[in-house]
């Protein structure tokens, strides 16, 4: 992989030599007859690897139009890579250790290491990090020693497909050791294309010398048939997400249905916060020469409650809005509660503002239910707002106290 490196870049030289300089062909000593240089990034520093590249001087050998590297290179850095076998083990650690991204790896190498690598070109060493990976998985001598203390297998099969109208990739896992056997994309799921995956894992299986107790998948048709025929009696059942999903199918759609019910019992939102907007926007200013100053008897303009209204208005439109969850935790529950508890603070605020006990939340007191729920006039949601503010304006604070004291005291005199 080419790469440009600057010219003020200060290597690490070096020098490697062939071992076995005698003659494959002729058994003469081979000589040094060129250099090769390949510069690579380490996490130590650039470097730069000298390969002395040697060559039978016999004319009349077979090997004298031929060169020969030094073999401890590879052990180094592959032919043609810009980095070395430390930085290639450090991006795939990063990427499928600690589910690193592109960028952050890319940011990393460069602040850390001034490792000046482009996302393509990481991208390209994650790939060949894949591939790697995958054949030492599928090694047969180190699946042997992996299952060495395993009785029996249980296979799943399962097809991930990114958008509909793509190609699927089928993944088949032995569930005992966690372990991803082999994957395939397919174009499509018929019986044809899928015995070629359950005859492979067959194989496997034999290979390994273990017995099949168990398949897992959503049983799809064409799984249940080859399954069978592959492996004739061995039980094959749904694997657990899928029997969750098919069983929580018939309470989802329960819930949602309360959602739109819920939905419908709590509107006007929108035409209170535009009035609340309307009655904030500043009022035209009087002409010039008619403003009178402040007397002695007027009251300081009390502070609006429209932020508080707008407060309500946002917190129950996200309530409306979240549509997250699963069958373990309904959307529709959680609205419910949280619409509740609207419901109570607004009661408790309308109940303060009218003289009434305040009630404690904490009281033990059920949530409200759905069908409680009342469409409040515009009127009572604009004075439960208010009637946050109406305890703090019964009693003026010491800065306001202290200004009208001045200012009485500056009309008398």
Not at 252 to 274: N, P, T, Y
């Amino acid at each position: 992989m080419a790469h440009h490196w600057p010219g003020e870049t200060t290597f690490r030289r070096v020098e490697l030599v062939r071992e076995e300089r005698t003659c494959s062909a002729c058994h003469q000593f081979m000589r040094v007859r060129d250099h090769r240089h390949h510069p690579v990034f380490t996490l130590e520093g650039p470097v730069e690897i000298v390969n002395k590249l040697v060559q039978c001087s016999e004319e009349a050998c077979e090997n004298h139009h031929r060169t020969f590297s030094a073999e401890s290179e590879i052990g180094i850095a592959l032919p043609y890579w810009a980095i070395a076998w430390d930085v290639f083990a450090w991006i795939g650690q990063r990427r499928f250790g600690r589910h690193w991204s592109v960028p952050q790896i890319h940011q990393e190498l460069r602040d850390t290491y001034r490792i000046d690598l482009s996302e393509d070109a990481i991208e390209d060493y994650v790939q060949r990090y894949e591939v790697m990976l995958a054949a030492r998985q599928q090694d047969p001598v180190r699946m042997a020693q992996e299952y060495q203390g395993v009785e029996s297998l249980i296979l799943s099969i399962d097809g991930l497909q990114r958008e509909k109208g793509h190609e699927t990739l089928y993944v088949v896992r032995e569930l005992r050791r966690k372990r991803v056997w082999f994957a395939q994309s397919l174009i499509s799921s018929a019986q044809g294309e899928v015995r070629q995956l359950v005859v492979q894992a067959r194989e496997w299986a034999q290979r390994l010398g273990k017995p099949v107790v168990g398949w897992v998948s959503d049983k799809q048709e064409a799984f249940v048939q080859m399954i069978a025929a592959e492996f004739p009696g061995v039980p094959h059942r749904f694997c657990d997400n899928h029997f969750l999903r098919d069983a929580a199918k018939p309470m989802l759609e329960a819930d949602s249905h309360a959602k739109v019910q819920m939905r419908r019992k709590v509107r006007g939102l929108r035409d209170i916060e535009r009035e609340v907007l309307a009655q904030q926007r500043p009022e035209a200013n009087p002409p010039a020469g008619e403003t009178s100053a402040p007397t002695k008897a007027e009251a300081p303009p009390p502070e609006s409650a429209g932020p508080v209204v707008l407060d309500y208005g946002t917190v129950v439109r996200g309530i409306l809005n979240d549509d997250q969850g699963g069958p373990l935790s309904p959307p529709g529950l959680r609205m419910a509660d949280a619409l509740g508890e609207v419901r109570q603070s607004i009661q408790r605020n309308l109940d303060a503002q009218k003289g009434g006990p305040r009630t404690n939340s904490s009281n033990g007191s059920p949530g409200a239910s759905i069908e409680e729920w009342p469409r409040l006039p515009k009127s009572k949601l604009k004075s439960a707002g208010k009637s946050k503010m109406s305890a703090r304006s019964r009693r003026p604070s010491i800065r306001k106290t202290v200004h009208r004291s001045n200012a009485g005291r500056s009309s008398t005199t």
